[in-house]
């Protein structure tokens, strides 16, 4: 599933929801389900997407309206209005399926990369504006702020056949079975289409696509490629659903095949999901090199191929190597951009200056004093996995002041405060004690006790003595004096104010029953334990008596 982009951006990309549906502009990379979710419930005008795009999700959501999309073609830029200023989108081929597409947003915000569901090549990378591109290990004019980056086969370290290379490797497995008098290729999926075409023009042959079964994909190949289609279940080649139950379904069919005294169908599964799965399979290099360079049967009578419409780890690293971006941000769940190695190597400890775009995307102002130092590790997105900005300051009297639209009032930084990138942008500084912004004075008269505020800028000048004296040692029931003298300024002039406080304890010294409920609910509500009172003067008393007394003998 697509991720929502920071609330600091004035659009949003694949993704439909109530948050989204807040931005003033909608981006829709191409029209695979898992992008378009929550579309009919949460769109609104306008949708940038490619005309074909717009085709198929109007097939898919007849009631959607047209109206709603705003067309934008690979090469073409657009130039966008905003409140916030005006940016510009250029939309460039994604190579994933038909229709799909990146988008580089350049704007007040920054240059953002969106990648959108991909397959990086050298020759789609180099369309990039030149400006975004290294050479000879330079680097480029003008680098990109952000990659919003497809990581889904980002674990996958095996090197991936090219989309060409896979499609010669179906028609290999089909000549290769000569014999096979039907062929089921399992291409039902947006992006498979090329298969099809490829198959249907070496072999002369169209391709059977049960309407009525298939609807969906029938329909989307009505708009991509409808002449290899065909309503004749007697042609060689049939599409055949991957999903769900392809094994029952593909063992169904063998076995009707051997009822029937029939050559056994070849059953073709072009996917990487296959060996994906299968990596950590125990094989030599030579073993593995021939199972990605042709058809591999497995158990079930299926025959996979390895084509893949996402990049893998070799091809992201190979292209982050070439764009060279500041932060790089995954749009897959499954894998985080943490784990790349360029990220690991370029982005961990990146220095975060005043005017670092990162605020803007978080939407939050920011105020740091000259000799604060602010350091920052790259941050995946979902927050499942996070990884914190680390502020260190030189001087516990730097000012760190932060603020949001929400009005946030945060207290002076600790030692590892955090920072959510995506999905609610917030700061959160972890405070072990009471709110920066208030001291908490607790009253004890009688039984009850009440909890005054005093605000943090009260002068240094006035100083708080405490003296506690232990009226009755040898009673159960101690009366306690505690005089709060607050020394007035000599401009005031004024007579020193006491303040005695006689307290009934019942409870023993050490424990926190003597804290009114009141009290414990409010440490309780700041997720800190309450504290422990300060033995009496008596016990330290005692206890130094003790050590003098052994210390003697």
Known sequence: MPIELPRGLPFSVDTWSPNSKRKRHHFLTHAHKDHTSGILTHSCYPIYTTHLTKLLVLQNYPQLEGSLFVGIEVGESVVINDPEGEFKVTAFDANHCPGAVMFLFEGNFGNILHTGDCRLTPEGVRCLPEKYISKKGKEPRCQLDYVFLD??????????????SAIQQVLNCIWKHPAATVVYLTCDLLGQEDILAAVSETFGSKIFVDEVANTESFRALTLTVPE???QDPSSRFHMFDGFPKLYERAAKKIAEAQANLQPEPLIIRPSAQWYACEEGYSETESQRKLRFNEAVRDPNGVWHVCYSMHSSRGELEWALQLLVPKWVVSTTPSCLAMELDYVKKHCSGTKLTLDDRLWKLLDINVEISSETEVTARVLDYPSVVEQPIQISAQSQSSPVKVTSRQLLSLSPPSKRPEVTLFGRARLGIPDSGFPA??????????????????????????EVEVKCENILESKLDTELKCENKLDSTKQCGKSVKKEVLKVSVCSPIGSSRNFSETLRKLYRSMNVPVPRPLPSLSELMNSKKGTKRRFES
């Open 437 to 462: 912004e208030e001291k908490i004075e607790s009253i004890k008269d009688s039984s009850q006790v009440v909890a005054h505020k005093m605000d943090q800028d009260v002068p240094f000048e006035n």
């Open 151 to 164: 990581c889904t086969f980002g674990k996958f370290t095996q090197k991936l056949p090219s989309k060409h």
């Open 228 to 230: 290899i289609l065909t």
